[in-house]
């Protein structure tokens, strides 16, 4: 159960630490360089490490699933963030690089039902905006 205890950790493996984390502060030099979920920052990394990965092997099938599943744990993130633009734009990204998830595609019409809902046009392929910036404070 929560308690409303913070706590500061300080780590060098960032993965791991934002792996733990509820919300998590970047720094360079002594300021913040970017906030957000500890979800939200590991996935910004792990996008852009598979998208490193798949452009040095560009036909490589196991780094095209690498990116999928990049994709797709940050699009939840996003979602869980109520980005549902920018989260669609990943499922679709996802799907891209594997067409059977079938994860992703119940996202995408989740995301379609929750714009129709509010008699919102949602965004077209290749129209959806990036993730909100992080914050920086």
Request: net charge positive; hydrophobic share 40%; aromatic share 6%.
């Amino acid at each position: 159960a929560r308690s409303g205890i913070s706590i500061l950790m300080v780590e060098q493996n960032a993965r791991q630490a934002l792996k733990r984390a509820d919300n998590a502060h970047i720094l360079e030099t002594g300021e913040i360089v970017r906030s957000g979920t500890g979800a939200e920052l590991a996935g910004d990394d792990a996008v852009k490490a598979a998208e490193k990965a798949l452009a040095v092997k560009a036909s490589d099938p196991a780094a095209k699933k690498a990116l999928a599943e990049a994709y797709l744990k940050r699009g939840v993130a996003l979602t869980e963030a109520r980005q549902y633009a920018s989260a669609l734009g990943d499922y679709r990204r996802t799907i891209k690089y594997d067409p059977e998830n079938k994860e992703a595609k119940e996202w995408i019409d989740k995301i379609v039902m929750i714009y129709d809902g509010m008699n919102k046009s949602y965004p077209k392929e290749g129209e959806e905006p990036p993730p909100l910036p992080f914050t920086k404070k």
